[in-house]
C-alpha cells in the first residue's frame, strides 16, 4: 500500500539550531517527492521536490532534503532554523502519469527564541 | 492576484443546509483536485478532474460532489452539511500533463464550520 509516514507530530527547536524532519514513504514505483509548507492561516507551499537525478535536493528558505531509496525516506532538513520557519510541514508522494498523491500528516515546528 | 483562488475564505453553516466552495484558478492547468485538512490527518483527497469531462472520486468523496464549469473553475457542493464535514478545505492544480513534474498548486483554504 502507498503511505507517507512523518513520525513527529511536533518538533521544538531553539531558533539557530539545526532542524531535520523524518519522511518515510511505501510506493511502488518511482516516487516523486515532495516537502510543503503551511503557514498559520495559509494554503500549502511548496518547498522542494525530487523526481530524478542527484538525490540532494535544495528548496527555498534554506531547505533541503535527500532522498534515501534504500531507507524510502525523504527527510527534510535546515541547517540554522529562523523563527519564521514555524509552520507546520507536510511531505508528499507521489509518481509520474498518476493522479494521486498521498500526505503525511504533517509535522509541526514550534521556534523558540 | 492569487494564481488558485477558493471563495468563500470562511463560512459557517448549519446542519442540513447546501454549501457550494468555488475554485478558479488562472495557471492553465487541467487537472484539479479538492482536499480536505482535518487536524492530525494531513489533507485527504475529496475528488479530483483530469478536465471538464473527466471526474473522479478520491478517498473520502461521500457527502460531497463536485463540478467542472470549465477549465479553470472547479466547484465543491456538500449538498447536505453535517457537522464532521466542518474543516479546511483546499484546492489545488497540478502541472502533471502539461509538462511539468507535478507539484501541486494550493489555494489559501476555505475554513467551514458546519454547526
Known amino acids: 500500500a502507498q503511505s507517507v509516514t512523518q513520525p513527529d507530530i511536533h518538533i521544538t527547536v531553539s531558533e539557530g539550531a539545526s532542524l531535520e524532519l523524518r519522511c518515510n514513504y511505501s510506493?511502488?514505483?518511482?516516487?516523486?517527492l515532495f516537502w510543503y509548507v503551511q503557514s498559520p492561516g495559509q494554503g500549502l507551499q511548496l518547498l522542494l521536490k525530487y523526481f530524478s537525478g542527484d538525490t540532494l535536493v535544495q528548496g527555498i528558505k534554506g531547505f533541503e532534503a535527500e532522498f534515501k531509496r534504500s531507507q524510502s525516506s525523504f527527510n527534510l532538513r535546515k541547517p540554522s532554523v529562523h523563527w519564521s520557519d514555524a509552520a507546520e510541514y507536510f511531505c508528499a508522494v507521489g509518481g509520474p502519469g498518476t493522479y494521486k498523491y498521498i500526505f503525511g500528516t504533517g509535522t509541526r515546528l514550534k521556534v523558540l527564541a | 492576484d492569487a494564481d488558485v483562488t477558493q471563495t468563500p475564505r470562511n463560512r459557517i453553516t448549519k446542519t442540513g443546509k447546501r454549501i457550494m466552495l468555488e475554485c478558479s484558478q488562472t495557471k492553465g492547468h487541467d487537472r484539479m483536485y479538492w482536499y480536505r485538512q482535518d487536524p492530525g490527518l494531513g489533507l485527504r483527497l475529496i475528488y479530483y478532474s483530469f478536465d471538464v469531462k473527466d471526474i473522479n472520486k478520491g478517498e473520502i468523496s461521500d457527502g460531497y460532489s463536485v463540478s467542472r464549469q470549465a477549465q479553470a473553475k472547479f466547484s465543491l457542493s456538500l449538498e447536505s452539511a453535517i457537522p464532521n464535514q466542518t474543516a479546511l478545505y483546499f484546492c489545488?492544480?497540478?502541472?502533471f500533463g502539461t509538462g511539468g513534474t507535478g507539484e501541486l498548486f494550493f489555494g489559501e483554504g476555505s475554513r467551514l464550520t458546519v454547526l
Open positions: 489545488a492544480t497540478s502541472d
Open positions: 510506493y511502488g514505483a518511482t516516487p516523486y
